[in-house]
Nanobody, 121 residues
Framework: QVQLVESGGGLVQPGGSLRLSCAAS????????MDWYRQAPGKQRELVAS???????NYADSVKGRFTISRDNAKKTVSLQMNSLKPEDTAVYYC???????????????WGQGTQVTVSS
């Protein structure tokens, strides 16, 4: 069974930094795109950043220049370095990945359980 487990959320002051990590485990054949989404109270879930298997990245305009997504294919992990955090970055952050399990012949979307990030003084 494939699982994604996030870590690294917490409370930080405006202007501070946090690093989120997400590890995939289970019977995995391959991992394609890996993404970070976030959902603030009363708002829709939005894509924050994505990274392809080859390392091509894409960011939401609201986080460009402040957040950096990276991945380690050997360790099956994806990270999100968040700098210059703002109160409007407060949300639950979710890891998402397109994973092909060994017993399946196709890729499916998997989600982590979410980790809370709160930016407040």
């Amino acid at each position: 069974q494939v699982q994604l487990v996030e870590s690294g959320g917490g409370l930080v002051q405006p202007g501070g930094s946090l690093r989120l990590s997400c590890a995939a485990s289970g019977s995995i054949f391959s991992i394609n795109d890996m993404d970070w989404y976030r959902q603030a109270p009363g708002k829709q879930r939005e894509l924050v950043a994505s990274i392809s298997k080859g390392g091509r990245t894409n960011y939401a305009d609201s986080v460009k220049g402040r957040f950096t997504i990276s991945r380690d294919n050997a360790k099956k992990t994806v990270s999100l370095q968040m700098n210059s955090l703002k109160p409007e970055d407060t949300a639950v952050y979710y890891c998402n990945a397109a994973i092909q399990a060994r017993e399946l012949g196709y890729s499916s979307s998997y989600w982590g359980q979410g980790t809370q990030v709160t930016v407040s003084s």
